[in-house]
């Protein structure tokens, strides 16, 4: 058997893919291969039970996954800090805490952030200043508190509740139309009902709610929000000053606002040499190979695929990420590299606050508390699989 050089591997950010491949890593790790995984945290959350630990169904502990002891198993070195940039023409990764980080081949795994750039003070020109000068999470009161990263959303989550048992009245808008957003603002009405009844929580969600998804799935989403008497605000948001959310036509006071506005690329894209398309993505190719430095993948939300149109979604994040490991290891071993093509259609699963979901395949839906132990036994298996 031919013997391969020793090569360095490294692994920045926690994601879908990295916490997959670490899986593989436990039994089956190259001895040629050098890895080290950056990662700010040593637990990763999963997003898709993130909506049922806000509504009290799960404890944080069942929702997390242990990236530390994961390492440790497959024998990996964890760097705990957060990646700052890339320059890849250098091959060099670097780090919060003004590490330096080399490496042979990079995968890119590190999510997206929230596209805040609705906010009227946040249209600025992206660069490292607009982000610096966006609202950030740690700091609760009057400013807009993004979904992601989501370990930033539990604690000021955690402060919401805190902060809403304290008061008669709480008035709390989750910005945003996409799956997320209606699962985020149906959780919190359940919990913020657990509270005080008088505490209330509005969806605002601009004229395109669940846009991509199938009618039927929309309105039966819509029925939800309904029966949880959430009420549904067509216009878009655009600013939140002096506990006021500022809307298309009016300002409604209100005490927090959550914004799931979807993704833009993460802070650290802009200070890297890699080629990066629309709001900060890595451009890669079908193989998850980034189209200007062939020795860097990326996958998961961090990455945009130029050769086809492809959501940026944790189904995407978990099989590409599946494929993208594969090609990781050929291309460690002069192999050929192989394609991720993403299935037509996926299931979507949808919590609606109390033990309640809804099913979406393509055309078809289907809904009830059936269905909310069906998602629980799917989410838990994901996890408890990295147990
Ligand atoms: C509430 C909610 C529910 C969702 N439900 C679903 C669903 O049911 N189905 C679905 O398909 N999608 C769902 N999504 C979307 C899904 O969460 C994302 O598409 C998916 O998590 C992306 O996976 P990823 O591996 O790219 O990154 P992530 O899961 O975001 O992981 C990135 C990791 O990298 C770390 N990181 C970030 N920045 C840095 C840095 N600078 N340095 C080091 N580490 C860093 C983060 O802390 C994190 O651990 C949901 C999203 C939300 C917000």
């Known amino acids: 058997m031919k013997k391969l050089p020793i090569k360095k591997l490294l692994l920045a950010g926690g994601g879908h893919a990295h916490i997959g491949l670490l899986r593989r890593l436990r039994t089956k790790r190259p001895d040629h291969l050098n890895i080290a995984m950056i990662s700010e945290q040593s637990q990763s959350l999963y997003s898709g039970m993130l909506p049922g ?99 930033h959303f539990v604690q000021a989550w955690e402060d919401i509740l805190a902060d809403a048992r304290q008061r008669n009245h709480y008035q709390l808008a989750i910005v945003g139309a996409g799956a ?9 009405k359940v919990a913020l009902q657990a509270i005080n009844p008088n505490h209330q929580v509005y969806l605002i969600c601009g004229h395109d709610l669940l846009s991509g998804f199938d009618t039927k799935f929309t309105q039966r989403v819509i029925k939800q929000l309904e ?39 993460a802070a650290w894209t802009q200070s890297t040499t890699l080629e990066t398309v629309d709001k900060g993505f890595i451009a890669v190719n079908s193989v998850q190979q980034s189209r200007s430095h062939a020795n860097v993948f990326a996958v998961g939300d961090v990455a945009s695929r130029t050769d086809t149109d492809m959501a940026h979604s944790g189904v995407h994040a978990v ?45 078809y839906s289907l809904q009830g508390h059936w269905i909310w132990y069906v998602k629980r036994y799917i989410d838990k298996r994901f996890v408890d699989s990295y147990k």
Request: charged share 20%; aromatic share 6%; hydrophobic share 40%.
């Open 53 to 151: 630990w806000m509504a009290g169904h799960y404890s944080l502990s069942d929702i997390s996954i242990d990236v530390l002891s994961l390492c440790k198993q497959a024998g990996v070195n964890l760097i705990k800090s957060a990646i700052t940039s890339v320059d890849a023409d250098a091959q060099n990764v670097g780090t919060a805490d003004e590490g330096h980080h080399s490496y042979d081949v990079l995968s890119l795994n590190t999510g997206a952030d929230t596209d805040l750039s609705w906010l009227v003070r946040a249209q600025l020109p992206l660069n490292q200043d607009s982000f610096d000068q966006m609202p950030k999470a740690d700091t609760p009161n009057n400013s807009v508190i993004p979904i992601r990263p989501l370990h």
């Open 180 to 188: 997320a957003a209606t699962e985020i603002v149906m959780a919190a």
């Open 227 to 265: 029966r949880l008497d959430i009420p549904i605000i067509y216009e878009r948001a655009q600013d939140y000053v002096g506990g006021e959310l500022v809307i298309e036509t009016k300002s409604i006071p209100i005490n927090s606002v959550i914004a799931a506005t979807g993704v833009m690329g």
């Open 319 to 363: 099989h590409g990420g599946a494929i993208e490991a594969d090609n990781l290891m050929a291309y460690l071993a002069d192999e050929s590299l192989k394609t991720y093509k993403p299935r037509s259609r996926t299931l979507y699963l949808l919590s609606c606050g109390d033990k309640y979901a809804i099913g979406s395949w393509g055309s």
